[in-house]
């Protein structure tokens, strides 16, 4: 009986055939945390009496959720993880270095048939380049830093295979808005999603990313994909390490199969307070905005900031929109600003923000006021997610956040 | 802890999130639990840690804790005084963070509880014991492991004991 992608890299890193259903204890490769996880994980470490990290090349700390600090209470946390990562000699990644979920790959360290754990649950994102990564809470991350191991029970996989291929102006964004919204909010829990079709093949890494950043969104535990030339170059980027990529075999058996033609989709929108209330554009279009937002792990690279700067070039966003931009990292920030997009976007209206988090959730640089309408590139549009619990937060592509904020009210962008 | 009884608080909609569980505003700024545990559930209903008794339950629908990966949201909840979570069904990194800080999980039939039925539970066996209602109520055994964690008192516990992982 053949193996998934998961079930290989489970096996592989836990020395015995991994099977959906089996609990195993696997190592890790890479081991994430982030500022609003890191410190309860740091209190969970001592608590266990840890005392040094199992590997210091395999852990890191992200400060990128509330960067800079905005109070004195997120002040006092930062610092703790500074000096616990200064302590244990463990990469910091401080205040203006980006997003966690970008900084991981570009790290190098993660590639094809990697183990990463990050207590994010959006980690998920580097099942992009053909690792299983998957995001855990504090005190998970904390045994990990501990022991370079985790327990995990096996899923089973979802096969989305997408057909087709996207229409202009239709995106990554649009196509995972449009599998959540098909397969709803827990249509995959305690389950890992495989994408693969030519649609899938076609995108670039950054779009893959974009598509692997949300399989939690449909609950899964992974969302993973098959590497192929443009992973490898992608990485070659990097690091020199050398992958060997992990295919499912033939006779891999599956949870489920699901097929789509994308040929015909179009661009999708995220309607309040669900990922999974999607929509097409053209039935939101009309529904004024007061503020837009472009970057995010799902969004903030440099291909997205690039479409966005190719509609709003030459132009004025709407005078009742602010527009908010953060670049998924500061070598994003820097190749967008040596390409001109920054200039583009900036001069159209934007407010380019630290590379990090941004406004995603709720802790500053833009928090909206009460009945206000948002549409943003992220992942997530609960109630009170940007931290405004009386706000409406529709989620969409970069092209369509940058089409809206023109007309200050959603539109569609194939239509600009 | 693995024979647990008390009150049921419901919620009856599917897919609480960890931002309804405790909300983003608070969660950043602090690891005091007490305090967080003052807002728990605050956004579905602002007087719910006032009515909470020490070891009430929880108990909702459908994926229950979807939504981030912070421990605040179990923290919290159990810092409240709760002793348990019932639901339908659980997302998964929510679920791994309960057991891991000692918050048990119970995945079950929750239609069969109302609002303010006695429950008894026994964690081991996998069954609700409606008291109010006279009935009881099957639910999903935990995996060995879990229970093993739960034991020991969360995974942090377990650690002191063990050093490493003991779940072989
Ligand atoms: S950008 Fe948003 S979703 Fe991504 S890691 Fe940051 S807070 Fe989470």
């Known amino acids: 009986m053949g193996q998934t992608i998961i079930e290989k890299i489970l096996s592989s890193h836990s020395g015995q055939t991994a099977r959906a259903g089996d609990i195993v204890v696997a190592e890790v490769d890479l081991v994430m945390g982030q500022d609003g996880t890191s410190p309860l994980a740091i209190r969970a470490f001592n608590d266990m009496g840890g005392e040094r990290v199992f590997n210091p090349e395999k852990v890191a700390m992200v400060i990128d959720h509330s960067a800079p600090s905005p109070n004195e209470g997120v002040s006092a946390l930062h610092k703790l993880m500074r000096e616990f990562a200064w302590e244990k000699n463990i990469k910091l990644y401080d205040i203006g270095e980006g997003v966690c979920h970008q900084l991981m790959p570009e790290s190098g360290k993660v590639g094809p048939g990697k183990l990463v754990v990050g207590a994010d649950s959006h980690t998920c994102t580097y099942g992009a380049l053909n690792a299983f990564s998957t995001g855990v809470g504090s005190t998970d991350l904390a045994g990990a830093m501990i022991s370079g191991k985790m327990w995990f029970k096996v899923p089973e996989t979802i096969k989305f295979v997408c057909h087709g291929e996207l229409p202009y102006r239709v995106y990554a964004k649009d196509l995972i808005l449009y599998l959540i919204g098909n397969v709803t909010a827990d249509g995959a829990t305690y389950k890992a999603a495989e994408y693969t079709g030519e649609a899938v093949k076609a995108l670039s890494v950054e779009g893959r990313m974009t598509m692997a950043n949300?399989?939690?969104?449909?609950?899964?535990?992974?969302?993973?994909?098959?590497?192929?030339?443009?992973?490898?170059?992608?990485?070659?980027?990097?690091?020199?390490e050398k992958f060997t990529p992990v295919a499912p075999d033939s006779d891999a058996v599956y949870a489920d199969i699901k097929e789509y033609d994308v040929s015909n989709l179009e661009p999708q929108v995220a309607m309040p307070h669900r990922v999974d209330n999607v929509t097409s554009v053209g039935s939101v279009a009309g529904t004024p905005i007061q503020q837009a937002v472009i970057g995010t792990c799902t969004n903030g690279r440099l291909e997205d900031l690039k479409i966005a700067a190719s509609i709003l070039k030459g132009k004025k966003i709407n005078p009742k929109v602010r527009l908010i931009v953060a670049p998924a990292s500061k070598r994003i920030y820097i190749e967008a600003m040596n390409q001109g997009i920054i200039q583009t976007l900036v001069e159209s209206g934007a407010a380019v923000v630290t590379p990090g988090c941004g406004p995603c959730v709720g802790t500053h640089n833009g928090i909206p006021s009460d009945g206000e309408n948002v549409i943003s590139t992220a992942n997530r549009n609960f109630k009170g997610r940007m931290g405004n619990s009386s706000a409406q937060i529709y989620l969409a592509s970069p092209a369509t956040v940058a089409a809206s904020a023109l007309a200050g009210e959603i539109a569609d962008p194939r239509e600009v | 802890?693995?024979?647990?009884?008390?009150?049921?608080?419901?919620?009856?909609?599917?897919?609480?999130?960890?931002?309804?569980?405790?909300?983003?505003?608070?969660?950043?700024?602090?690891?005091?639990?007490?305090?967080?545990?003052?807002?728990?559930?605050?956004?579905?209903?602002p007087d719910f840690y006032s009515k909470i008794t020490s070891g009430d339950f929880i108990v909702a629908g459908r994926n229950f804790g979807c939504g981030s990966s912070r421990e605040q949201a179990p923290l919290a909840i159990k810092n409240a005084g709760i002793s348990a979570v019932l639901a339908k069904s659980f997302a998964r990194i929510f679920y791994r963070n309960a057991i891991n800080t000692g918050l048990p999980v119970v995945e079950c039939d929750t239609d069969q509880i109302n609002p303010g039925d006695r429950l008894e539970i026994d964690l081991r066996a996998g069954i609700v014991k409606n008291i109010t209602r006279g009935i009881e109520i099957k639910a999903k055994p935990l995996p060995p492991v879990m229970i093993k964690i739960l034991n020991d008192g969360g995974l942090a516990a377990h650690f002191r004991k063990y050093g490493d992982f003991n779940i072989g």
Do not use: C
């Open chain 1, 214 to 240: 949300m399989a939690i969104e449909m609950g899964a535990k992974a969302g993973l994909m098959e590497a192929d030339e443009k992973t490898l170059q992608w990485l070659a980027n990097f690091t020199n």
């Open chain 2, 1 to 45: 802890m693995m024979n647990l009884s008390g009150k049921a608080h419901k919620f009856t909609q599917d897919d609480i999130n960890t931002d309804y569980i405790i909300s983003g505003k608070y969660k950043f700024k602090t690891l005091d639990m007490k305090e967080l545990a003052k807002h728990v559930m605050e956004d579905l209903d």
